[in-house]
């Protein structure tokens, strides 16, 4: 099911990639340049509802109607989980789940999610259920290729379950000759990769990085686009400002405090959201994105395009994480992250891209976001970044109405 309406913008994790990526969820239903009081004050309301959190460690089965087999899936997984589920199938929401005409003073579709009027929803269910079943019987280990709707699907609706005819070769053949790529000689520690990647990155330099301003414009499906400009002070302010024909739109990070402000509407932010908004700031826009930690391992050699990558991943319980560090340059080139719910994890994807020199640093001039929903993913391209420059601390300082 796609995130298409204002109560998605209820999932906490898109709530915290709409957080600090630029505020994309605020936006949603903001369709004209918000001309008058009125328009000012419905942005910001919407703005207001998407950094809502979700009932702090609640269910599905305790904040929905009608839910019959993924009762124990956090509530803050709900959405990320169906919208993996509509782009395996290929599918829109409205595949499984009824609608009921637009709100006439919002303009957003009515949906009647615990409705099981459409028979694909019972499918949906029965075929929930046996990949629970395969994920809690099967002992065969899949590793990162474990049984989800996609295995089977592949973007359709009827499952792929046949081989297509005629076919290119059966079983009895020979496999025609392949190529086999030169593998490297050698793979260094997990150690060596980093150490490598600080100097690749400005190594001193970048450990004396005071002050980061980065202009640009931010891409995103359905024409969302806009200006948007990241000011960064260590050890822990943020100032992001995004700027469509709506008006400003503002998340700011002081430490541990921060707020969002869309117009003269403001909202204090959560503990957790800050906690998470700021590490967000630092995996993204910082010079160095990525640091090593207990348990890293090398986990091979891989091909991005045509560059040879190795490949560092940390496991834990609640997600997987992979870093694609260029084998030349040493610099990050992709982050994929394998994030684990009960019926399949989920991915997120970032590509960085185009370093450049800033002042005796490496930074990505591209940044592009990949979610299993295209309408959470994005590029970023900045026309200027600047470094150690003079920032006011006022800029990170907002009073709440």
Known sequence: MRTKTTT????????????????????????VAASS??????????????WQSPQAGQTVAQTRKNIQVLKDLPESQLYLVMNFVATSLGVNCNYCHVQQGKDPTTGTTKWVWESDDKPSKHTARRMMQMVLAVKANDKIDFRENEVTCYTCHRGQRQPIGLPPMPLARSGHELEPESVATPASTSVPSVDQIFSKYFEAVGGSAASK?????????????????????????????VLMVAMPASGPVRQILNGDRGWSAAGTNVRTLTPAEVLDAQRRGRELFSVVKAKP?????????QKLGERETYVVETVTDTKTERYFFDSQTGLLLRKITLNKTMLMPFPEQVDFEDYRDVDGVKMPFVIRYSAIDTYDSWSRTFTEIKRN??????SFVISPP
Do not use: H, Y
């Open 8 to 31: 998605s913008r209820l999932t906490g994790l898109i709530v915290f990639l709409g957080v600090i990526f630029c505020l994309t969820t605020t936006l949603r239903t903001s369709k």
């Open 37 to 50: 009081d009125k328009q000012q004050i419905r942005r910001a309301r919407n703005f207001s509802r998407s």
């Open 209 to 237: 990085t005071e002050t980061l301003v980065l202009k640009g414009k931010r891409e995103a499906s359905q024409n969302r686009s806009w200006p948007n400009e990241i000011t960064m002070k260590t050890p822990d302010k």
């Open 293 to 301: 930690s207990p348990g890293m391992r090398v986990s091979g050699v």
């Open 389 to 394: 420059v003079a920032v006011d601390d006022t």
